[in-house]
Each structure stands twice: as structure tokens, then as C-alpha cells.
């Protein structure tokens, strides 16, 4: 019914977050890099999918997508001065308007799941996730695909709402 996803942007987002010098306040760790995030990602198959999408990062290639009113904000509450993006968009066709999540996810200072640890570089909290599929346009969707699953944290939403999930995930460290 909903496809409900983080693909890789194309952006070749460097995930050396230690060796970068970030580990200096908080513990941080390096990452390998995201998979097939080094060339430009075509949303152009995933159109067809489901009955509804949201794709998570896709003011990087809006261009190869259908234009719409909806759009969803993740509001990370980070200090406008960081160097990472104090918020998330994600492209979606089936909610109307643009529509704000907010919840601050910095580093180690991030409210949450207390036992929801970061173990991908990019991952998206259970929370967020939650919210997608909460809202009152994506609320009755009872089928969720993420096809980029990476640390899984759709199928945790999808299990906590009581909704079936398909996860698919290139990376075998993740899939454990």
C-alpha cells in the first residue's frame, strides 16, 4: 500500500564521522559508506510500487519526479550553524500540503526510543517513521515496503503500529 523509504541520494554523503574529527564532545563512530550512494539515484521504478510513496532525501533528484503538494519536513532541531542539515525532506503523493516532524536527532544528543542506537549513518528514527505512517492520509495504509531498509526502523514503526512490512536491504551488516 505504502512505499516508505530512505534511498540513497547520490550525494557520496561521507560517513567517516571520527576520523572527521566529530567524536570530539561524544563518542562517534565511522561508517561505511552508503551503498550505491555514488551515483545519481532514478526514483523513476519506484513510482510504480505501491498505491502511495514517500521518499525520504528527495530534494536531491526532484527533478526525475512527478510535481506534487506534498512534502514532508523533518525538523532535526541542530544548530543552523552545523554542517549537516538541520532538516529532512521527503517527497511524497499521497499527503497534501507540506507537514513538519519535529525532533531533535544530533548526534548524540537526540530525543527518542532509548534503545534505538545509531548504527547506520543515515538512519532515520522510529519515531519519524511512526509519524509517515500516523498521518491522517497514510494512517489506513496496513502494508508498508522500504526497499533501502538499512538499520530497519520503518519495520520497527510498522511492528509497533501493527502493520505488516517488507524490508529489502543491499547490506548484509545491516540485515543482521
Known amino acids: 500500500d505504502l512505499l516508505l523509504t530512505d534511498p540513497p541520494y547520490g550525494i557520496n554523503h561521507p560517513t567517516d564521522y571520527k576520523s572527521r574529527g566529530r567524536g570530539g564532545i561524544a563518542i562517534c563512530s565511522n ?8 551515483k545519481p539515484f532514478d526514483p ?5 510500487v505501491a498505491d502511495a510513496r514517500i521518499l ?6 526532484s527533478s526525475k519526479l512527478p510535481d506534487v503538494s506534498g512534502w514532508l519536513v523533518w525538523d532535526k532541531m541542530r544548530p543552523d550553524d552545523l554542517d549537516q542539515s538541520t532538516c529532512e525532506l ?14 531533535l536527532w544530533n548526534g ?15 538512519q ?15 494512517k489506513n495504509y496496513k502494508t508498508i515496503l522500504d526497499p533501502f531498509a538499512g538499520s530497519g ?7 509497533l503500529l501493527n ?8 547490506e548484509e551488516k545491516y540485515c543482521e
Open 56 to 61: 525520504w532525501g528527495a530534494n536531491y533528484y
Open 44 to 48: 523513476t521504478i519506484w513510482l510504480a
Open 108 to 122: 548524540c544528543m537526540r530525543n527518542g526510543d532509548a534503545c534505538e542506537h545509531l548504527v547506520h549513518p543515515t
Open 90 to 103: 521527503a517527497w511524497t503523493d499521497c499527503v497534501k500540503g507540506v507537514r513538519r516532524f519535529r525532533q
Open 31 to 38: 561508517y561505511q559508506p552508503v551503498f550505491d550512494d555514488d
Open 124 to 138: 532515520k528514527s522510529v519515531a519519524l517513521m511512526k509519524w509517515c505512517m500516523s498521518l491522517k492520509w497514510t
Open 163 to 170: 502493520r505488516k512490512c517488507t524490508l529489502i536491504e543491499k
Open 153 to 159: 526502523t520503518t519495520g520497527v514503526a510498522a511492528k
